[in-house]
């Protein structure tokens, strides 16, 4: 059990792969299980950031660019990068993150495009590999 700073208590049940987080009235705020096969008989409450090594996913279909990025914590925007070849790629476009996948619009001049991830304040985070644009 570790009391949080702002009140809440948060419980691992320790051998039960689960893990609760109780508001100082006993409100259950938030109730999780440790995916099956993964032993684990503490947890804690933290802050954590995703950082992955791997670089984010695009895929292009028709006039659409989805992306994402599994695992990173610190994308709040997604810019897409257009133009005739992968070696010559401008900001076309904008959209903030949104869930697991964020979708963006592909011009229908743009021969390649690639996205970057931008975090809080407008740093670069990462970015894909250029992809082919199909007609």
Not at 107 to 114: E, G, I, L, P, Y
């Amino acid at each position: 059990m570790e009391t949080l700073p702002n009140g809440h208590v948060f419980v691992g049940w320790g051998s039960t792969p689960a893990f609760t987080e109780f508001a100082p009235d006993g409100r259950v705020l938030l109730d999780g299980r440790i995916a099956e096969g993964n032993d684990n008989y503490r947890a804690y409450r933290a802050r954590w950031t995703g950082r992955p090594e791997t670089q984010p996913a695009l895929v292009v279909d028709g006039g659409k660019a989805v992306v994402s990025w599994n695992g990173a914590t610190e994308v709040a925007r997604w810019q897409l990068l257009a133009g005739a070849s992968q070696d010559d790629l401008r900001p076309a476009g904008a959209a903030a993150r949104k869930g697991f996948e964020t979708t963006l619009a592909v011009s229908a001049d743009a021969h390649f495009v690639a996205a970057r991830a931008l975090g809080p304040r407008g740093g670069t985070l990462g970015e894909s590999e250029p992809v082919a644009v199909r007609p």
